[in-house]
């Protein structure tokens, strides 16, 4: 069984700008993506974005499309999720999760972001 382990989360004023990073290891999903959630309070947890590690496929949420970027650096077993333009409704516990295709199987602790407005 492999783990995830995220970090970069933090408070940020909106127009700010964070990095948060996922190293996952000893995962043996078939061409696997990881992932990024958020669960804002109240609310039910939804995809943020997602990234194929075998052909660098990406996908984004339509909320974040052109603010967030996913990235993978493969020689780390890292991803990165760089979120630009922030915004108060952007405030939310994100976590990482790895899966066949983007399909989550398993999850990250999560890492809290708050942006003030």
């Known amino acids: 069984e492999g783990t995830l382990a995220e970090s970069g989360g933090g408070l940020v004023q909106a127009g700010g700008s964070l990095r948060l990073s996922c190293i996952h290891s000893?995962?043996?999903?078939?061409?696997?993506?990881v992932g990024w959630f958020r669960q804002a309070p109240g609310k039910e947890r939804e995809a943020v974005s997602c990234?194929?590690?075998?052909?660098?496929?990406?996908h984004y949420a339509s909320s974040v499309k052109g603010r967030f970027t996913i990235s993978s650096d493969n020689a780390k077993n890292t991803v990165y999720l760089q979120m630009n333009s922030l915004k108060p409704e952007d405030t939310a516990v994100y976590y990482c999760?790895?899966?066949?295709?983007?399909?989550?199987?398993?999850w990250g602790q999560g890492t809290q972001v708050t942006v003030s407005s």
């Open positions: 990234i194929v590690l075998s052909d660098g496929f990406t």
């Open positions: 000893g995962f043996t999903f078939g061409d696997y993506g």
């Open positions: 999760a790895v899966g066949p295709s983007c399909v989550p199987k398993s």
